[in-house]
Structures are given as C-alpha cells and as structure tokens.
C-alpha cells in the first residue's frame, strides 16, 4: 500500500478551478489543468512516495516486479504491464473531435509509424503506443459530450431545422443514404473540404444555429442545445470542418454518477465538466477536427465505426456498498462509493491484482492490517496484489472514493 504522486498535464482546453481544488492547491491554477493521471503509462507515471520523501517511478517499480505487484497470473496476462490508466479530466474548452483504434489497430499503425522511422514524440504520429484505448468516462460535475454517430433520420431533422441553403446538397447526400453508408460518405464529404468551401460553409451554419437556438417552436426547442452547441464550436473553431462533423452526433449531458463507455471507433468529443475516465493503458487518438494538432483523415476514417443510435447512459450498478461499473473492457472496471454522513463503518476495499484508489472528496482512513494511511480529498494509493483484505473508513462528511483495478 503506497501513497502515489500523480502528474497533471497542462492542456489549454483545461479548467484552472477543479484539479487545483482537488489537490488543495491555490485556485485558480496559473495555467489550465486538463488531465491527472493516475498509472504507469510510459509517457508520463505515477510516482510512489516512499518514507523519507523518496519518490520511485510506478512504472520502473513494476517493471522491476510485475508478478509480486499484479499476481501471477495478471503479469501473465498484462506482459507484466498495468493494464489500466486512470484520470480526472477536468474541461472547461471542448476537447478534439476524435476516436480510438482497436487492438490490431493500434498493434499494426504502431509498428507501421517505427518502420516508417517516426519519432514517438513527433506531432504527426497517431500511435504513441502499441494498445487499445477503450474508455470509460464517470461524471464528477454535469458533463457534456458528443458521443457516436445520431441515427441518421434523426440528423436529417437537425440539418432541416438548421435550413442553411448552402448545406442542402449535403443534406439530400444523408437523405439518399440514411444509414452508415450516408454517415460515411458525408462525414468524408465534410472533412476533406477544401478550405475555401469551409470558409463559406461554417458562417452559413452560424446562422442557421442562431435562428434555430432563438427559434420559439417545437422545431427549434427539440434542437435548441444542439444549436448551441454548433454556435459554442464554430466560435472556437471557425472554418474548422469539425463544426460541421459534430453535427452527426448525439449531444448528451451526464449527471454526477453517469457514466458512458466508449468503444474502439466511437467518433467523440468532450465538452465541458469534470469526469473520472478510466481507460486501457495507451494514448493513442486519431483526431477529426476542432483542434490545431495533427489529423490524418485516411487513418482516422480506417478506424471509425458509422454505426449509430444512442449511447447507453450507465450509472452503475450496485456491489455490497460500492457501485460498480462494468464494461466489455477486459483491462479496467471502476467501482465508485460515497459517504454521506462520514459515519459509516468499514467498508472492504475488493482484492485482485494492482488496483488505485483515488479520494476526490472529504477524508478516508484506510487500512492493510496493521498498516494505516490517511487519504484525503485529492490522494491516491497503489494498492499491489499482495495488499489483500484492505478495509476504509471515512474520516469526513462527503468522502468520495473511486477503485480501478482490471475486470478479470
């Protein structure tokens, strides 16, 4: 059981207000704080605090040990690796437009982008790693996202509403196709338009957004949010072809609590709020739009899935006193649990394999038999295969904790 230093990634869709408040620090932060993560991924680790103020690299100490920190059979299974990376994400920008390969995917484009000699660093490399990025994003504040493709009927009513003459051609292109072919064709259509075309196409969509966000009638009230959202993202990102692709997509809010998982291929982007994601180890993203990085159309349009509806909103289900969070993900499974009144008994802590557990709100006493170790509102432990029959107690009204750990 080991107290873990978590790096926080400084990027500029980041909020100055929630990771600072989380770790204690002064708020607001001088530079926006994006991301915190929690993990051994190679590109920035956890570091373990040891006693005496000693710091250790969480990656360089499982590789070091992989079998007595995962068990056995997990460093089997994981090559040795943590499979999971854990984050607070924290928004206050919109995040790019962009989606994640599958496991050949990532396998194939890694190996292709060495051989090629790309560095892993360059800014025009996709695949940073040789892993999937299945995730599972758990609303901490009311959170809003796009998240996979609109049925396609349903988008056809969006674009009519919006009535911007310019885009009729596009629209009779969805109308002819209304299914993943249509989806495809238009999302390919939109995002290899020349910028000349964008220039004219994304104010003509300003517009239209705006009369339909001031419309007051069923048409505009069913797509109000919609409308605003495509306002919000064209000021951002004017001439920005990922505008007009976010309009493909389901617009959803999620409560504190809810959660939604998103699978190889799910064409995304983060809005706004503050979330706990949980994720296979890997950075790997292929962009489509709404940010200045590097996006690489061809490799982007060979991972995504056209598929469409929406999204199943999950919020949990209940394990003793934790909720739990299953996916089809093989690599991570979060368990969440809150206290209320910061009276309650001790609550055990699921064994199996490495797991990290993270407070984001009051205080927790935890212990591993004789061993107790305070963990206030923005600390996190490691917790190794060996630490089994680990119990809390809450120190304070509102404690909050989150489990990552595998789902094997």
């Not at 994640?100 to 890694?110: I, K, N, T, V």
């Not at 394990?319 to 969440?336: H, K, N, Q, S, V």
């Not at 917790?383 to 089994?388: E, N, Y």
């Amino acid at each position: 059981m080991e107290l873990l230093e978590n790096p926080v990634r400084p990027y500029a869709w980041g909020s100055r207000t929630v990771i600072a408040d989380l770790l204690g620090e002064s708020v607001p932060s001088p530079h926006p704080q994006a991301e915190m993560w929690l993990g051994a991924h190679p590109g920035d680790p956890s570091r373990i605090v040891r006693s005496g103020g000693d710091r250790a690299s969480l990656l360089e100490v499982l590789t070091a040990d992989p079998e007595g920190l995962l068990g056995a059979e997990r460093s089997a299974r994981w090559e040795g690796r943590l499979p999971f990376l854990l984050k607070v994400l924290a928004a206050d920008e919109p995040l790019s437009l962009q989606a994640h390969p599958s496991l050949d995917q990532a396998r194939e484009g890694f190996a292709r982008e060495n051989a090629a000699g790309i560095p892993i660093d360059a800014s025009d490399r996709n695949y940073r790693d040789a892993n999937h990025k299945p995730e599972l994003i758990c609303a901490l504040t009311e959170f809003h996202a796009l998240v996979g493709f609109r049925d396609p009927m349903e988008t056809l009513g969006l674009l009519r509403a919006l009535d911007v003459p310019e885009l009729a051609p596009h629209v009779e292109l969805l109308a002819a196709q209304p299914g993943p072919d249509g989806l495809r064709a238009l999302f390919t259509t939109w995002i290899t338009l020349p910028q000349a075309m964008l220039d004219d196409l994304v104010p003509a969509l300003q517009k239209g957004a705006v009369a339909l966000a001031a419309r007051d009638n069923p048409s505009g009230g069913d797509w109000a949010l919609e409308a605003r959202t495509a306002l919000e993202l064209s000021e951002r990102y004017p001439g920005d072809a990922g505008v007009l692709a976010a309009l493909l997509l389901n617009r959803v809010v999620l409560a504190p609590g809810e959660a939604l998982f998103l699978p190889a291929g799910n064409l995304h982007a983060y809005l706004a709020g503050a979330g706990i994601e949980l994720m296979a180890n890997s950075d790997n993203v292929l962009r489509g739009g709404l940010t200045p990085k590097h996006v690489d159309v061809p490799e982007l349009l060979r991972v995504l899935d056209f598929s469409s509806g929406p999204p199943p909103v999950h919020s949990g289900q209940p394990e003793g006193r934790w909720t739990r969070y299953d996916t089809p993900a093989e690599e991570f499974l979060l368990r969440t649990w809150q206290s209320d009144d910061g009276l309650t008994g001790s609550l055990p802590v699921p064994d199996g394999g490495a797991r990290i557990l993270l407070a984001t709100g009051g205080k927790a006493c935890v212990r591993a038999g004789s061993e107790v170790l305070e963990l206030p509102k923005g600390a996190a432990l490691f917790l190794a295969a060996t630490d089994s029959g680990v119990e809390v107690e809450s120190a304070a009204p509102g404690t909050q904790l989150h489990l990552a750990s595998d789902a094997l």
